[in-house]
């Protein structure tokens, strides 16, 4: 292709196509986050990723080909860091705790702008669009992952305490963007406080929880979580 290095076309290595590629990622994330999917044009992902157009659409067929591997790169984050603490040796409260705690140190971060899955689903509400899929798809796996927490400590009550939980974070990122931010993260601490609080409980009666009267796990943040991209 005209404009292309051999590298850029496949030949060698592959490793400035690998980079282009990351740099249109980046870029990608930054403004779609900041400014909306619609707004952002393929000319200007391109100058500012400084790459070219072939460059571009090697990678990505079109726009919202880009903003659906946007929205994965995302998406994958989060479950590598999630997965990372279900597969070691933390208590279950201890991770839902620090979910909380990470989600309410973005909704207090400068540049914050709401959920990054949800934005895009307004942006592209019809549910056959490639984009809103990739929305559902991630928004799923959060809700299973969720209530399979929950289901540890209180199995009986998982799918409400997992749906229950979703509704506060979404309601909290909603909020923290709309409204103060510190009073949105204080309202979703109390409320994952009391949501395990009660579901503790429940599951201590049914002898699936710790021991009662076992000091509550300290909230660590759980890094990767943020739904947005790195940088916006």
Known sequence: MVG?????????????VSEARERLLRTAGQLFYAEGIHTVG???????????????????????????????????????QIGSLTAADVPTEAILRGIGTSLVEQIRSPGYRGCAFLNAAAEFPDPAHPVHRAVVQHREWFLRTITELFA?????QADHAGRH??????GAMSAGYLGDPVAAGETLLRGIEGLLRVHLARGADGGTASPSGHAPAEATP?????????GA
Do not use: W
């Open 4 to 16: 292309m290095t051999r590298t850029e076309a496949g030949a060698g290595t592959g490793r400035r």
């Open 42 to 80: 393929v000319d200007r992902l391109v100058a500012e990723a400084k790459v070219t157009n072939a460059t571009f659409y090697r990678h990505f067929r079109s726009k919202e080909d880009l903003a659906v591997a946007y929205l994965g790169s995302v998406d994958q984050a989060i479950r590598t």
């Open 152 to 156: 540890d400590i209180t199995p009986a």
């Open 165 to 170: 939980f979703v509704m506060l974070r979404d």
């Open 222 to 230: 759980v890094p990767g979580i943020d739904c947005s991209p790195t």
